[in-house]
């Protein structure tokens, strides 16, 4: 009967441990533009941000091609299935081309990097990702993106800004955060009260 008994609460942990990883990311985007070969890209890291890398243990990384964008307003954008246990942070970010001059390339990046007045900031030429934007080169892409990666907005982190580099403007904000699936919390939480009862039946025997 004990051996049973220490067989289900071992089965019930290693359940809650799985539900504990299901959840969504979902990035909430304002564009004043519309843009053409916009490209997705982060890193889900399930360690704190300052060792947040394409090294890090069990990093996820994704380049998500969407194609073209009209003018959006605090439009959600959900990736699901997401691992969110641990320590949850990363790194995003948009590439995009506008659509009025498509060599003009549009970045999101964190808060603190100047756009307003400023000249593109990246030592690899606009032309260059621009190229890469109009051929669909997602490996280039997500490799610049990882390269940099202190330059983009944070996954639950202050928001970003949408810069549009030839006019020197910006065009837009961004935000992501993590937030586990409703189902999952639900199961975790069953999964949890379950543990206590039979802790305290065990305790009373």
């Known amino acids: 009967m004990k051996i049973s008994h220490k067989i289900g609460l071992a089965a019930l942990m290693a359940v809650s441990s799985s539900v504990l990883s299901a959840?969504?990311?979902?990035?909430?985007?304002?564009?004043?533009?519309?843009?053409?070969?916009?490209?997705?890209?982060?890193?889900?890291?399930?360690?704190?941000?300052?060792?947040?890398?394409?090294?890090?243990?069990?990093?996820?990384?994704?380049?998500?091609?969407?194609?073209?964008?009209?003018?959006?307003?605090?439009?959600?954008?959900?990736?699901?299935?997401?691992?969110?246990?641990?320590?949850?942070?990363?790194?995003?970010?948009?590439?995009?081309?506008?659509q009025a001059s498509p060599s003009d390339v549009v970045v999101a990046l964190q808060s603190g990097v100047p756009i307003t007045g400023q000249n593109w900031p990246f030592s690899t030429a606009e032309s260059t990702v621009a190229s890469w934007l109009t051929t669909g080169d997602t490996t280039d892409l997500t490799n610049f993106f990882l390269a940099n990666l202190t330059d983009f907005p944070q996954i639950n982190g202050t928001t970003g800004n949408f810069g549009e580099f030839s006019t020197g403007t910006v065009v837009g904000q961004v935000s992501g955060a993590v937030s586990p699936e409703p189902a999952s919390g639900a199961l975790m939480a069953l999964g949890f009260g379950t543990l206590v009862v039979l802790y305290r039946r065990r305790k009373a025997r």
């Open 23 to 98: 959840g969504s990311i979902t990035f909430t985007v304002t564009t004043t533009i519309p843009l053409e070969d916009v490209n997705a890209i982060f890193i889900d890291c399930g360690v704190p941000i300052g060792s947040c890398n394409a090294s890090s243990f069990e990093a996820l990384i994704i380049d998500d091609a969407e194609g073209s964008w009209p003018v959006k307003t605090n439009s959600p954008d959900v990736f699901n299935g997401i691992s969110t246990g641990g320590f949850e942070s990363g790194y995003f970010t948009y590439f995009a081309q506008s």
